[in-house]
Nanobody
Framework: QVQLVESGGGLVQPGGSLRLSCVAS????????MGWFRQAPGKEREVVAI???????YYDESVKGRFTISRDNTKNTVYLQMNSLKTEDTAVYFC????????????????????WGQGTQVTVSS
């Protein structure tokens, strides 16, 4: 059974940085997509960033220029570097992964991902 384990969340002041990590229990080099979603209290889960083979890296407009996603398939790990954090970035961040290729539009949809981590809390507050 595939497991994804996130780490790196925490409390940070506005303008600060955090780096999230997500380690998979299996080799990820052939997996189509790995990415990050987030869910704030009372809101739906939303896409943050996706790294998919054969696709341009995707970022939600709200994080463009501030967040960077990267994959290290030698470590079966996907990272999310978050800079210039804002209070509105506060949420539980989830790592997600999918083995098989799907159409572009579905790549950015949470329901397309069968594998999920347990989530890590990111709180941006002064």
């Amino acid at each position: 059974q595939v497991q994804l384990v996130e780490s790196g969340g925490g409390l940070v002041q506005p303008g600060g940085s955090l780096r999230l990590s997500c380690v998979a229990s299996e080799r990820t080099s052939s997996w189509y997509a790995m990415g990050w979603f987030r869910q704030a209290p009372g809101k739906e889960r939303e896409v943050v960033a996706i790294s998919a083979i054969g696709r341009n890296t995707y970022y939600d407009e709200s994080v463009k220029g501030r967040f960077t996603i990267s994959r290290d398939n030698t470590k079966n790990t996907v990272y999310l570097q978050m800079n210039s954090l804002k209070t509105e970035d506060t949420a539980v961040y989830f790592c997600a992964a999918r083995r098989d290729r799907i159409v572009l539009s579905a790549t950015y949809t949470a329901s397309s991902y069968p594998y999920w981590g347990q989530g890590t809390q990111v709180t941006v507050s002064s």
